[in-house]
């Protein structure tokens, strides 16, 4: 056995028997905890699936989260009220169907991806960066803007979606639904990675020309990735206003994007387990050192600087001994 | 809208965009020659302000306050480069997006713990406080032209520093030839704490500058971060040239939309959604303005050196 079977044999090991574990020790909030931690490892996969894989450094990426967590905060307010959806045509009162609200989730989060993308994969590098985090900055000004949906001050979840048979209240449902979907996500950006079109993306990373001149339509392939990260974004959104049964514009702004990237290099980027162990690191390390002191960033960020200077590779990296993107 | 008005906000954007300016004109140095990102530069705005504001409460003076706001600012960043970024230069990226974000925290946290939670106040030094009537019928506060030239002068400072210097060639040179002006004797990792000292003074000074018109408080540097970033793409990142220009640009953009988008909304809707919809448009309209310009031309508007 490798260090990387044992690593992820390890950790599918906790998280398989995390809420059994907590509630045997007496601390069952700590399946909520985890339920958040696999959220966002959601988002940092996918964010992964360009940032570390297609060299796309989207740091507008809450701005396909929040999308996500709108479109279900907007259609249960709807349900909730009986109210038509005044923007659509129809008088559509909304739902709270899971199988409607999250498909709808995923889809206009990859809309809005396909749109976005295909505007700021013009530039390149850093101006790559700016511009999606400029479209990102838009939506959080504009979801301010709309008094309808609570504005600043965001929209409460009357309700969480309707799963039957599942019962998404129930702590322990929930944790392995969102496990369950996190599981099948991996799989999905694993065949992607590893399929033709995996490969023709980590080419544009190493060397976009090069790729050009084989005749690859490089700008399809990126777009077609960045649409696809959008939409794990958008599921991850989805998902995490059923869990604090709260969506608001805070969920799109920058600082989001910033620490779902920070999660991605923090973990190992270019490799598809390291953005969930960023994920549980650096939510985790918020919570254990703020009950430890008030003052807990001045723990977390000399931190993070030493992580960059003597962990290349990320912890990932550092557990299974492997660099950066040789997953 | 009248005429006076417009020339008011005209001169509100300009003093806006001096402010950036001496933020954007650091970062874009760091950026286009020492090929750094570092999102740590506001933290810097942060320290010259808090300083500026200690040290002009304890003196009572408001110029021995901005000076020792700048010798904080450019002390800080030069410690944060000497223990942590010199070694990012030749790394990712990301790697320098993860380990400024890393000093954000940290730099915030310290400033908490040495401050305190409030938010610090510093009213305009006396002899800046009135107002002055360059427009005729409009007194403007003499404490804002003021904060324009001193970015004026700065600007032309700066460019005399890149253009005719010693050092500044030995800038221009090592964003283009690293190798080679280190192969001529010149020890570039001091001139890059130089650079990178220069940078954070700047930060500091705006800090400073801008302590008597806002709340001085932890965050205040991200808040302004963003829109530094917005100004040096824009510009066109390494171009100091590009840094003034868009700068000015966004200034201007932003205290427009500011000023006159709730008024124009107001003819669409009622005045509490018009309010809310104008601001929400204004604070939308400058990463309007950068989409708009890097669909037009991806490398921003002005090209750096050799960049």
């Not at chain 2, 804002?144 to 010693?166: D, E």
Request: aromatic share 10%; charged share 10%.
């Amino acid at each position: 056995m490798n260090r990387r079977t044992i690593v992820h044999s390890v950790g599918l090991l906790i998280l398989a028997t995390l809420p059994v574990v907590a509630e045997a020790m007496g601390e069952p909030f700590l399946t909520t905890i985890a339920s958040r931690v696999l959220i966002y490892a959601i988002a940092a996969v996918s964010l992964d699936l360009i940032l570390g894989f297609g060299a796309m450094v989207s740091f507008g990426h809450s701005a396909f989260f929040g999308i996500g967590a709108y479109v279900v905060g907007i259609l249960t307010h709807h349900a909730f009220n009986s109210e038509a959806i005044a923007f659509l045509p129809g008088d559509w009162t909304g739902s709270t169907a899971a199988v409607i609200q999250w498909p709808l989730a995923i889809l206009t989060a990859g809309l809005f991806a396909l749109v976005i993308g295909a505007l700021s994969l013009r530039t390149q590098g850093v101006y790559f960066i700016m511009i999606t985090l400029a479209f990102a900055q838009m939506l959080y000004y504009l979801m301010i803007s709309l008094p309808t949906y609570g504005g600043e001050d965001g929209l409460n979840l009357w309700e969480r979606s309707n799963l039957p048979p599942f019962d998404l209240y129930d702590d322990r449902e929930f944790y392995y639904l969102v496990l369950a979907l996190l599981l099948a996500f991996l799989g999905l950006t694993r065949r992607i990675v590893s399929s033709r079109f995996g490969m023709v993306l980590k080419g544009c990373k190493q060397n976009e020309p090069r790729m050009k001149a084989l005749g690859f339509p490089t700008y399809r392939y990126k777009l077609t990735a960045f649409v696809i990260a959008g939409m794990g974004a958008g599921l991850a959104g989805a998902l995490a206003a059923n869990h604090t049964e709260f969506v608001g514009p805070g969920m799109m702004h920058w600082t989001r994007s910033g620490e779902i990237m920070v999660m991605v290099i923090l973990g190992g980027m270019g490799t598809l387990i390291g953005p969930v162990l960023g994920a549980a690191t650096l939510l985790l390390m918020e919570e254990v050192l703020s009950n430890f002191t008030e003052h807990w960033m001045v723990i977390l960020g000399p931190f993070l600087v030493l992580v960059v200077l003597y962990l290349r590779g990320g912890i990932y990296g550092w557990l299974t001994g492997r660099r950066n993107g040789d997953d | 809208m009248t005429l006076v008005l417009f020339l008011e906000q005209t001169l509100n954007g300009l003093q806006q965009g001096v402010m950036l300016f001496l933020l954007a004109a650091g970062l874009t140095l760091v950026f286009g020659i020492m090929h750094l990102i570092n999102l740590a530069h506001g933290s810097l705005y942060m320290v010259g302000a808090y300083v500026t504001a200690s040290v002009t409460l304890a003196s009572g003076n408001f110029a021995i306050g901005v000076l020792a706001g700048m010798a904080a600012a450019g002390a800080t960043g030069v410690v944060i480069e000497l223990l942590a970024l010199r070694r990012l230069y030749a790394r990712d990226h990301l790697d320098q997006v993860l380990a400024t974000f890393g000093v954000i925290l940290t730099v915030n946290e310290l400033t908490k713990i040495i401050w305190g939670p409030q938010a610090l106040f510093l009213s305009t030094p006396t002899w800046l406080s009135g107002t002055i009537e360059i427009i005729p019928g409009a007194p403007y506060p003499a404490y804002r032209l003021f904060i324009i030239a001193v970015g004026l002068l700065v600007g032309i400072v700066l460019r005399h520093l890149i253009v005719n210097t010693r050092l500044g060639m030995l800038i221009r040179a090592g964003a283009t030839h690293r190798e080679m002006v280190g192969a001529m004797g010149v020890d570039i990792d001091r001139l890059f704490t130089v650079v990178f000292g220069i940078g954070a003074m700047l930060a500091g000074l705006a800090g400073a500058m801008a302590g008597p018109m806002l709340a001085i408080e932890v965050g205040m540097g991200e808040k302004i971060l963003i829109l530094t970033f917005v100004v040096i793409i824009i510009g066109g990142i390494g171009s100091v040239r590009g840094a003034l220009v868009g700068a000015l640009l966004v200034g201007v953009v932003d205290t427009y939309g500011r000023a006159f988008l709730p008024m124009i909304m107001r003819t669409f809707f009622e005045p509490s959604t018009a309010d809310s919809v104008g601001a929400s448009l204004s604070s939308m309209s400058i990463y309007v303005l950068m989409a708009v310009v890097l669909i037009w031309r991806p490398r921003g508007l002005f090209q750096a050196y050799g960049g």
